[in-house]
């Protein structure tokens, strides 16, 4: 019978997590919280190239409301590792509800100037830094079964690109048929939902060691820093995160660009946001059905070479018809891609170095791609769209192959941490950086 049960269990792939009332619980929160995000950025990106005309203003938005990350995120590491992780989320996400409905407030009374957006984007930004890793770190706590964390990253990967799917197609109708404003005023009440759920979630989310974060928080920042470059698979994962995200996000801060190009209104940048997203989904249940972490290296350059080439495609598009198709492709790989990595991570990493660690790698991609975008925002002014897009493809090529050819010495480096975890016997062959 005992059989019979885990037979169904394992039948349900990455739905196993939902046997966890807290994951359930938080899911849920998130996913209406999600979607009023999504259709909050969406609609801000459009507004601020409309504003403007500017590619380069557009990605300085962009660049305000992500650059915290490089100087905050290794910071909020260390609390979530030195502080109660639910707490935390749960101030993030009453601070979010806040920007967003002075963010509604500025836009639907007319009065809104690029210095607002900046303003409130960085105080976005800020939110972000924390929430982020603190929240990878939280999702440890809310399962019941340690060997289901492949899963829940896998679900909140689909999480995030069913979102991503729903909320800027709505964010696009929204626009079109009533006004920008209103899709901020619903991304501020969508967080009664995801803060309604977190106070439902109870339990003892205090960090093993209660160490004082005044005394101790520099010698647990360098701790995690030592620690991430020491150990080679978590070294060779955030350098490569960081190194390819600043070129591969590039297509996405220029999206409102393309549009205007194609001379479409909001629902086509809806759509086409919430096209890639199909793709995103896609790339996220594949990996949730995976039973563990072997192999997933090999996969990773693949996704990356792929999202690469594609991304060229995509510069040589002219009409709708033809990018389409590219954009499921580029969504698919680059979330196979990072729900890989941080899989591999969460995996093989200390628990009480999690927060630290996922902070770090968090920052890798949240952290350099408003540095591209800024460049590409630039280049995009002067060069065009099309160009901007090809030199971002090759680059993105380039790091991939740089980081495939590496495969083999990391491949040798890495066996004895497996063998360590016990995911690899030492007379077996390691094939999960290779």
Same mark, same amino acid.
């Given at each position: 019978?005992?059989?019979?049960?885990?037979?169904?269990?394992?039948?349900? =792939?990455?739905?196993?997590?939902?046997?966890?009332?807290?994951?359930?619980?938080?899911?849920?929160? %998130?996913?209406?919280?999600?979607?009023?995000? /999504?259709? %909050? %950025?969406?609609?801000?990106? /459009?507004?601020?190239? @409309?504003?403007?005309?500017? +590619?380069?203003?557009?990605?300085?938005?962009?660049?305000?409301?992500?650059?915290?990350?490089?100087?905050?995120?290794?910071?909020?590491?260390?609390? +979530?590792?030195?502080?109660?992780?639910?707490?935390?989320?749960?101030?993030?996400?009453?601070?979010? &509800?806040? %920007?967003? #409905? $002075?963010?509604? !407030?500025?836009?639907?009374?007319?009065?809104?100037?690029? /210095?607002?957006?900046?303003?409130?984007?960085?105080?976005?930004?800020?939110?972000?830094?924390? @929430?982020?890793?603190?929240?990878?770190?939280?999702?440890?706590?809310?399962?019941?079964? *340690?060997?289901?964390?492949?899963?829940?990253?896998?679900?909140?990967?689909?999480? !995030?690109?069913?979102?991503?799917?729903?909320?800027?197609?709505?964010?696009?109708?929204?626009?079109?048929?009533?006004?920008?404003?209103?899709?901020?005023?619903?991304?501020?009440?969508?967080?009664?939902?995801?803060? +309604?759920?977190?106070?439902?979630?109870?339990?003892?989310?205090?960090?093993?060691?209660?160490?004082?974060?005044?005394?101790?928080?520099?010698? *647990?920042? *360098?701790?995690?820093?030592?620690?991430?470059?020491?150990?080679?698979?978590?070294?060779?994962? $955030?350098?490569?995160?960081?190194?390819?995200?600043?070129? =591969?996000?590039?297509?996405?801060?220029?999206?409102?660009?393309?549009?205007?190009?194609?001379?479409?209104?909001?629902?086509?940048?809806? &759509?086409?946001?919430?096209?890639?997203?199909?793709?995103?989904?896609?790339?996220?249940?594949?990996?949730?059905?995976?039973?563990?972490?072997?192999?997933?290296?090999? /996969?990773?350059?693949?996704?990356?070479?792929?999202?690469?080439?594609?991304?060229?495609? !995509?510069?040589?598009?002219?009409?709708?018809?033809?990018?389409?198709?590219?954009?499921?492709?580029?969504?698919?790989?680059?979330?196979?891609?990072?729900?890989?990595?941080?899989?591999?991570?969460?995996? $093989?990493?200390?628990?009480?170095?999690?927060?630290?660690?996922?902070?770090?790698?968090?920052?890798?991609? &949240?952290?350099?791609?408003?540095?591209?975008?800024?460049?590409? #925002?630039?280049?995009?002014?002067?060069?065009?769209?099309?160009?901007?897009?090809?030199? +971002? #493809?090759?680059?993105?090529?380039?790091?991939?192959?740089?980081?495939?050819?590496?495969?083999?010495?990391?491949?040798?480096?890495?066996?004895?941490?497996?063998?360590?975890?016990?995911?690899?016997?030492?007379?077996?062959?390691?094939?999960?950086?290779?």
């Amino acid at each position: 019978m005992a059989e019979l049960v885990e037979s169904r269990k394992s039948a349900l =792939g990455p739905f196993d997590v939902f046997a966890s009332r807290k994951y359930t619980l938080y899911f849920g929160g %998130q996913l209406v919280s999600q979607t009023g995000t /999504w259709m %909050q %950025q969406v609609a801000l990106s /459009w507004f601020v190239y @409309d504003l403007t005309h500017s +590619a380069f203003l557009l990605a300085a938005v962009g660049v305000a409301a992500q650059i915290p990350s490089l100087m905050l995120m290794p910071v909020a590491g260390v609390m +979530a590792d030195s502080m109660n992780r639910h707490r935390i989320v749960l101030l993030t996400q009453i601070f979010a &509800m806040i %920007q967003a #409905g $002075i963010l509604a !407030f500025v836009v639907m009374s007319g009065h809104a100037e690029i /210095w607002h957006l900046m303003v409130l984007s960085v105080f976005s930004g800020v939110l972000l830094a924390f @929430d982020m890793p603190v929240r990878s770190a939280f999702l440890v706590n809310i399962i019941n079964n *340690k060997e289901d964390l492949p899963k829940a990253i896998s679900m909140n990967s689909a999480l !995030f690109n069913l979102t991503r799917l729903v909320g800027p197609a709505l964010a696009g109708l929204i626009m079109v048929k009533l006004s920008i404003g209103i899709c901020f005023l619903i991304n501020a009440l969508s967080y009664i939902a995801v803060i +309604a759920a977190l106070l439902m979630i109870k339990g003892n989310f205090d960090p093993p060691k209660k160490d004082s974060l005044k005394n101790e928080a520099l010698n *647990k920042l *360098k701790e995690g820093f030592e620690y991430s470059i020491k150990t080679t698979p978590v070294r060779a994962i $955030i350098i490569f995160m960081a190194a390819f995200c600043m070129g =591969g996000m590039v297509y996405i801060t220029l999206m409102p660009v393309l549009v205007k190009e194609l001379q479409g209104d909001p629902s086509t940048l809806g &759509m086409l946001m919430s096209i890639s997203a199909v793709g995103s989904c896609i790339g996220a249940f594949g990996l949730g059905f995976r039973k563990n972490i072997l192999g997933l290296g090999k /996969w990773i350059v693949g996704a990356s070479i792929t999202f690469s080439v594609t991304l060229v495609l !995509f510069s040589m598009c002219r009409n709708l018809a033809q990018y389409a198709p590219l954009m499921v492709i580029l969504g698919a790989s680059m979330m196979f891609m990072m729900s890989a990595c941080s899989t591999i991570l969460q995996t $093989i990493i200390e628990e009480e170095k999690r927060g630290r660690v996922m902070s770090l790698f968090t920052m890798a991609f &949240m952290g350099t791609a408003p540095i591209g975008g800024l460049v590409g #925002g630039a280049c995009a002014n002067q060069f065009g769209f099309h160009a901007t897009i090809l030199g +971002a #493809g090759i680059y993105c090529l380039l790091v991939s192959l740089s980081f495939g050819m590496k495969m083999p010495e990391l491949r040798r480096q890495s066996k004895p941490i497996y063998i360590e975890k016990g995911l690899l016997q030492a007379e077996e062959e390691i094939d999960i950086l290779t």
